[in-house]
């Protein structure tokens, strides 16, 4: 898979390249700007972009600002945002335009291989990858008359995986239970919250997270 | 000096005293109607020496007072010369008096019976300040002060009835009633122009004389009148003191019975009491317009023609709010001038009408009223110059600060972040490695290092964040408190009526004020919600952050409290707190925002 990567610290540029590269990816461009990630883009064919939130000049949300226009300049890239820091509102924001192909990570992630490449991939197939950091900020978070407070802990493991944008597939073999049986967990929780069972298993997680983040 | 003041004050009632009790003392049969010609001088004259004496009391530093003394004994001597045939006691005044003065100063003491008259010239001319004003009123009085001694000296040395030709009396009779009449017309038009140039304070006080002059104006009008009078009464030849061809106002003295009265009570009307100035200095502690202070002094001093002149030192003169030059009046004015010195040069001056004069306490205090206020006004400037120096020193600091804050959040970012996320990429290769070459011991070792790690870069991001959340200045306030919300061990409710940007200090600043509420709320209040309301309207930024806990929080207690409202002063708002028992507590601010 080609991958331009994005970043302006060049020794975290050059681990995460050396984690991808580890991995079978093809690092086909480096960019420091995003200014250097759109000429990039201009010319090499890539499948998936690992940006910073955070980049030259002001050191802000350029990032976001690139993703979007990215994501609208190239329907068909993946996008993975990366950040010292996670926040549900850029979450929804980045779902929001389209919950396809996106995924927003904190920075440590890269680390656990495993958790980051199974987050690149499902990125790169069409889905979406959302912090656990988020998710489970937003599922700790203390509601006034919370639904999510019915659920049992299994529903509530399953709304996680389900709001990070894993697939049924992903979550029952991480859960290690059948198909049906999450099926049924599916449906339990969508009425206990009383969310319509709206779109794929890659539209619920933007359903599933502005559940969980409207007060 | 005070002798003297308290023989007058024992003297004039003595010899009211003492003429009325003769009066008593003498009616006979024979005496009756010469009686009732005394009378004539006796109730004005004791009414003269009565209102004088009370009216040199009240006023001490008032002229008027003596003046309306020697009116009143001037009558009263006359009196006693009407009654000195058929009164003793009379007489022996008489004589006491003649023999004091001597007999050749019999003329003298004959010449100045009628000053009397001049003297209620000088004061109707003179009231109510006791002072001439114009030239033409003193030079008026001092001519008659002269001149009518002086024409009843001519009148009773030359032998008139002896026979030096009847023209030569018709003449001297007609040239003094000219004199007279002319000088009395000329008093009359002066004070009438006095009346009608006046202000508001001076007709105040002039229209009780001018009402009390009207029975004597009709008897100056009407000289048959007198002619009546003297019908019904019978006067009977009254000798040299008493002139019936004089004028007959002059002959008249009844009609002055009011007259005393009126200058009393005009005197006093023009006694401005403290009142009025009182008021002006709650007025003034109000804190007054530079344009309001000349009204307010007006109506305090009740004189409406009263300006305010302030001192300008590159003119080297007084000049009007409008920088229209000043001229102080001259001590003969009409005007008078008080100048409010400051420490190097005059700060002002008060020009007024000069009948306020009289009352130079009253002027006195309500000047020192007005320079204090002035000064006030100076102090007031400066200090509100240095308090926006402090504001915006203030309002520096706390940007420079957050500013700080940012950097520091910014280097750790970019620094000590990024560097231990890209140490634990590294060590995380290694691992792999290690575990790739079957090396479990190392590999475990590393997993220990890179969840210690790991660790390390979750409080060093918390610390970052409690330092400044970059989530603050990548979506704004709304995002920032949204986060703060989400990580609230109570339920938080934001209600946010907007969603643009604000300059960044003042993000920073609403942002840091409801982070420390909900930290109170969730330490202190032991609520069990949390209300966050932020509007924009009209120029203002206002944040609420209500708990429903037990309230008792209180600004001037906690440092965290006095904490925020510092920095929402610093940069121009206000924070209010509100907390009742079982009420929960509001923290109110609101933020200047253009």
């Given at each position: 898979m080609r991958v331009i990567v994005a970043d302006d610290s060049a020794l975290f540029r050059a681990g995460l390249v050396r984690v991808l590269q580890s991995e079978g990816f093809e690092v086909v461009g480096q960019a420091r700007t995003a200014d250097e990630l759109y000429a990039l883009l201009a010319t090499e064919q890539a499948s998936l972009v690992i940006l910073d939130i955070h980049m030259p000049p002001?050191?802000?949300?350029e990032g976001l600002i690139a993703a979007r226009q990215i994501r609208r300049q190239y329907p068909d890239l993946g996008v993975l945002l990366l950040s010292q820091y996670v926040e549900s509102h850029h979450a929804l924001e980045l779902l929001s335009q389209s919950p396809d192909r996106v995924g927003y990570l904190l920075k440590d992630r890269v680390a656990d291989v495993d958790e980051f490449f199974d987050a690149v991939s499902r990125v790169a197939s069409g889905g979406s990858a959302i912090d656990p950091l988020v998710v489970s900020r937003l599922l700790a978070r203390k509601r006034a008359g919370d639904l999510v407070d019915d659920l049992t802990d299994r529903e509530r493991s399953v709304l996680a995986l389900m709001a990070e944008g894993r697939s049924n597939d992903a979550i029952a073999t991480e859960l290690r239970i059948s198909r049906k049986t999450l099926e049924t967990h599916i449906g339990t929780i969508y009425s206990k919250l009383g969310l319509e069972p709206t779109g794929g298993e890659h539209r619920r997680v933007l359903a599933v997270l502005s559940y969980l983040r409207s007060s | 000096m005070i002798a003297l003041r308290r023989s007058i004050q024992v003297a004039v009632p003595a010899l009211v005293v003492l003429v009325c009790v003769s009066d008593l003392l003498s009616p006979s049969q024979q005496s009756v109607p010469l009686w009732l010609y005394a009378l004539n001088y006796i109730v004005p004259g004791a009414a003269f020496a009565i209102a004088g004496l009370v009216a040199w009391s009240l006023r001490p530093a008032n002229h008027m007072g003596l003046l309306m003394m020697a009116v009143g004994v001037g009558l009263l001597i006359g009196a006693a010369g009407i009654l000195t045939p058929v009164s003793p006691l009379a007489r022996t005044i008489s004589e006491f008096l003649r023999l004091r003065v001597g007999h050749p100063s019999d003329y003298l003491f004959l010449a100045l019976g009628p000053l009397w008259a001049v003297v209620i010239l000088h004061l109707l001319l003179a009231f109510p300040s006791g002072r001439l004003g114009a030239r033409l009123s003193r030079g008026l009085v001092a001519a008659l002060y002269v001149f009518v001694p002086l024409i009843s000296l001519i009148g009773l040395s030359v032998p008139f009835e002896v026979g030096l030709g009847s023209w030569l009396q018709i003449g001297y009779t007609t040239v003094r009633s000219v004199v007279y009449q002319t000088c009395f017309a000329v008093g009359f038009v002066l004070i009438m122009k006095r009346w009608v140039q006046g202000g508001r304070a001076r007709r105040r006080s002039l229209s009780p004389v001018l009402w009390s002059l009207a029975p004597l104006s009709v008897a100056f009008l009407t000289p048959t009148l007198e002619g009546v009078l003297q019908q019904v009464i019978?006067?009977?030849?009254?000798?040299?003191?008493?002139?019936?061809?004089?004028?007959v106002a002059l002959a008249s003295p009844l009609f002055l019975i009011v007259l005393p009265i009126g200058f009393l009570v005009g005197l006093l009307r023009s006694g401005l009491d403290m009142t009025s100035v009182a008021s002006l200095v709650v007025r003034l502690s109000n804190g007054l317009l530079p344009e309001q202070l000349q009204p307010a002094l007006a109506k305090a001093l009740h004189d409406p023609s009263l300006e305010v002149a302030y001192w300008v030192p590159a003119l080297e003169s007084f000049a009007d709010l409008n920088g229209r030059r000043v001229e102080l009046p001259g001590p003969d004015s009409e005007r008078a001038a008080s100048i409010l010195d400051g420490a190097a040069s005059p700060v002002a001056a008060l020009v007024y009408?000069?009948?306020?004069?009289?009352e130079p306490q009253l002027v006195e205090t309500a000047a020192a009223a007005v320079r204090m206020a002035l000064e006030n006004a100076g102090l007031q400037a400066q200090l509100k110059a240095q308090l926006e120096e402090v504001r915006q020193s203030r309002a520096r600091l706390v940007e420079a600060g957050q500013r700080e804050r940012q950097q520091v959040e910014r280097d750790l970012h970019d620094g000590a972040q990024q560097q231990l996320v890209a140490l634990l990429l590294a060590l995380q290769a290694t691992r792999a490695e290690a575990a790739q070459y079957g090396d479990k011991r190392t590999a475990a070792m590393l997993g220990a290092n890179i969840a210690a790690l790991k660790q390390a870069l979750v409080e060093l991001r918390e610390l970052a964040r409690g330092i400044h959340p970059s989530i603050l200045t990548e979506a704004g306030l709304v995002a920032a408190i949204q986060s703060l919300g989400e990580r609230c061990p109570i339920p938080v409710q934001l209600d946010a009526e907007y969603s643009d940007r604000l300059p960044s200090h003042l993000e920073a600043t609403l942002y840091f004020v409801t982070a420390e509420a909900i930290t109170n709320a969730v330490k202190h209040?032991?609520?069990?919600r949390i209300q966050i309301s932020l509007r924009r309207r009209s120029g203002i930024v206002a944040l609420d952050v209500c708990d429903d806990g037990k309230g008792g929080a209180d600004l001037a207690a906690g440092t965290g409290l006095r904490g925020l409202s510092d920095r929402v002063a610093a940069v121009g708002g206000q924070l209010t707190v509100k907390s009742h028992h079982a009420g929960g507590t509001t923290i109110h601010s609101e933020i200047p925002c253009a």
């Open positions: 002001t050191q802000t949300n | 019978g006067v009977p030849d009254a000798g040299p003191l008493v002139d019936s061809t004089n004028a009408d000069s009948s306020l004069r009289h209040s032991g609520g069990g």
